[in-house]
């Protein structure tokens, strides 16, 4: 079974920085590929960025150069740090493992999510 635990979110200035860490089962990022998506109230959940078990990333077309996704094997954790962060990137943001053999950003694909850490930027 696969636990993820978000961490790392709260409250920042326009401009500023927050680095969100996801706690995973052991082996889990080398087994599948992990991202990370946010969901803001009536809105659908959406990906922000995905990186798979060979280290290859992709974002989400909003991230503009300023998220990066990494993942330390030997801590089983996933970052993402955001920098250049603005009023529009203030969502609850959730870590999640992705079915097997799967890479992408479709929010069907995933198949474990933590419980999320929000991210509130003004």
């Known amino acids: 079974h696969v636990q993820l635990v978000e961490s790392g979110g709260g409250s920042v200035q326009a401009g500023g920085s927050l680095r969100l860490s996801c706690a995973a089962s052991?082996?889990?990022?080398?087994?599948?590929?992990m991202a990370w998506f946010r969901q803001t109230p009536g809105r659908e959940r959406e990906g922000v960025a995905a990186l798979d078990i060979d280290g290859i990333t992709t974002y989400a077309d909003f991230v503009q150069g300023r998220f990066t996704i990494s993942k330390d094997l030997a801590k089983n954790t996933l970052y993402l740090q955001m920098n250049s962060l603005k009023p529009e990137d203030t969502a609850m943001y959730y870590c999640a493992a992705a079915n097997w053999g799967y890479f992408g950003l479709h929010t069907r694909e995933y198949r474990y999510w933590g419980q999320g850490t929000q991210v509130t930027v003004s």
């Open positions: 052991r082996y889990t990022s080398q087994y599948f590929c």
